[in-house]
Every structure is written in structure tokens, then in C-alpha cells.
């Protein structure tokens, strides 16, 4: 667990990255908001990148944490989706400005450092695939292409974060999952109506 001084600067360039981009946010701006000296920024973080990094590990740790949780606490698949996409969504309704870095800034620190974000952000996926592997064992969901049913409810997912924070988050994000999750589970189409 980070000290309370990282976790002060963590929050604070968090904050000022996703306002002002990593390119115009300052060190004097985020120690400032802080409430530390610029010092205290340097002898906790080597330079600006490296306080940039460990603000994305830092949120990528604390959502997968949020979401690994939330899954093991239930029994089926279905209920396992279901809080996953609550705890997801709940994460970001929190840390909107966590999914704008991810948006505008995740090419900042080069081409390697952009493929390690997204390895460690796509876990997710494979979270979501293992909940639909296991309704499929179980007989509760219909046996599709899984890695491509996964990344159909992530991409629903992270399409309503950015719904919400395009909207100037004005209304409850959670409202949104409830929807994702039911397209999700049981599709669009009318029992009984048939194709066109």
C-alpha cells in the first residue's frame, strides 16, 4: 500500500494529468496540489514519466482488485458477469478521470510502455472469459466464440464510461450497466418475434 505522501501525489497528478495533459501538467502544479514540496515529488518518483507510470499501474491495480473481488464473492457465472460489469463501471463512476488518461494519454510514454498498459487492462477480458467458459460448462450460457463474447461485454462496458464522461457525467454511470448487462445476457431481440 502506498504511503500517504505517494498516495497524496498519486492522486493529485492523477487529477492534473487527466485535466490538463501529461505534456502542460506540472511537477510544481501536482506537489502543490498535494501539499508537499517538489522535492518530496522527486525523491518518490524518478522523473514526470515515471509519475505518469505508477499512476496508471496504480488505478489498473485498484480497478482489477475492485473487479476480482466483486467476482469472487458470487456462486455463478451469470451472477459473476453481472458484478463485474457493476464493479467496472462502479470503479470508473469513481475514476472518471482515470478512463481520460486512459483515452488521451495512453500513447504518452511510447510504443512499450502503451503495449504494457493495455496487456495489464485487458486482464479484464480474461476475467470475463473465464465467467463465460464457466456458464457454458454450467449450461447457463450458449456456447459462442468466448474470447469474442468477452471482449463484447468489455467493449459495452468501457462504451458506457465513455458515453458518461463525454455527457459531462450527468447522470448515475451505474444506470448504464444494468442496460449493458441485460443486452448482454438475454440480446435485443423479442422473444418470439422472430427475424426479419
Request: charge should be negative.
Amino acid at each position: 500500500m502506498p504511503r500517504t505522501s505517494d498516495k497524496a501525489i498519486l492522486e493529485a497528478a492523477l487529477k492534473l494529468f487527466a485535466n490538463k495533459g501529461f505534456h502542460i501538467a506540472n511537477v510544481e502544479e501536482i506537489a502543490a496540489l498535494a501539499g508537499v514540496g517538489k522535492g518530496t515529488v522527486y525523491r518518490h518518483f524518478t522523473d514526470k514519466k515515471g509519475l505518469f507510470a505508477a499512476v496508471m499501474d496504480s488505478c489498473l491495480a485498484e480497478l482489477l482488485t475492485c473487479v476480482r473481488e466483486a467476482v469472487k464473492a458470487e456462486e455463478t457465472a451469470v451472477a459473476r458477469l453481472s458484478v463485474l460489469g457493476r464493479a467496472h463501471l462502479g470503479y470508473f463512476a469513481g475514476r472518471g478521470e482515470f478512463f481520460m488518461l486512459l483515452i488521451k494519454e495512453q500513447g504518452t510514454l511510447g510504443a512499450e510502455f502503451h503495449a504494457s498498459l493495455i496487456k495489464k487492462y485487458l486482464v479484464q477480458v480474461e476475467i470475463i472469459e473465464d465467467c463465460i467458459k464457466e456458464g457454458i460448462g454450467s449450461g447457463t450460457l450458449r456456447a459462442l466464440d468466448t474470447g469474442s463474447a468477452a471482449f463484447a461485454l468489455f467493449g459495452m462496458l468501457n462504451g458506457a464510461v465513455h458515453r458518461w464522461v463525454l455527457s459531462g457525467k450527468s447522470y448515475p454511470l451505474e444506470r448504464e450497466g444494468e442496460t449493458m448487462l441485460d443486452i448482454f445476457l438475454h440480446g435485443m431481440e423479442l422473444e418470439g418475434a422472430g427475424g426479419e
